[in-house]
């Protein structure tokens, strides 16, 4: 899912909940990492295959990367959708992803952590050089 070259995320420790660490050239690709971090937690993604699309439209303008990962727990809560490769673009503070992949399947799946929310607890996006790092916590 999300594939790209180089350091894509890291986890990082917390004592109650878990955090991530993630990067991109620019935010579509930052998007895309950080959304492929978080299920990984989930999943083994490297299971999962395109099967389904979904298409997601987010107007909010603000903390569009937590919203846009909430969304992607909603798909997983609701319909057990697991995404596999995904697109990102934004116009503006609007946002806008089309996601391929498959409804869980407990014959080739394993749950490995339920994440319950993307947090605002030391939610930032930050310019690194020429790179963007995000830090999002997780709520399990």
């Known amino acids: 899912m999300l594939k790209s070259e180089g350091a894509r ?13 993630s990067y991109g050239k620019d935010q579509p690709e ?3 990492n950080t959304a492929y971090a978080l299920f990984s937690l989930i999943t ?3 299971m999962v295959q395109e099967r389904i699309s979904r298409h997601l439209t987010i107007n909010n303008g603000d903390e569009l990367l ?14 057990k959708f697991i995404p596999r490769t ?3 673009w934004q116009d503006g503070g609007k946002l806008e992803a089309d996601i391929t992949g498959e409804t869980f399947d407990e014959g080739r799946h394993s ?3 339920e994440v319950k929310a993307v947090t605002y607890h030391k939610f930032t996006i930050q ?14």
């Not at 937590?66 to 319909?79: C, G, I, K, R, S």
């Not at 995000?134 to 709520?139: G, R, S, Y």
């Open 127 to 140: 310019q690194e050089g020429y790179h963007l790092k995000a830090t999002v916590f997780l709520d399990i």
């Open 111 to 113: 749950i490995y952590k």
């Open 44 to 46: 083994d993604l490297e």
């Open 30 to 32: 930052l998007f895309k």
């Open 9 to 21: 995320f890291r986890i990082l420790e917390h004592e109650a909940d878990i955090g991530l660490e």
């Open 66 to 79: 937590v919203v846009f990962l909430n969304e992607l727990l909603y798909l997983w809560d609701t319909e």
């Open 86 to 88: 995904c697109s990102v």
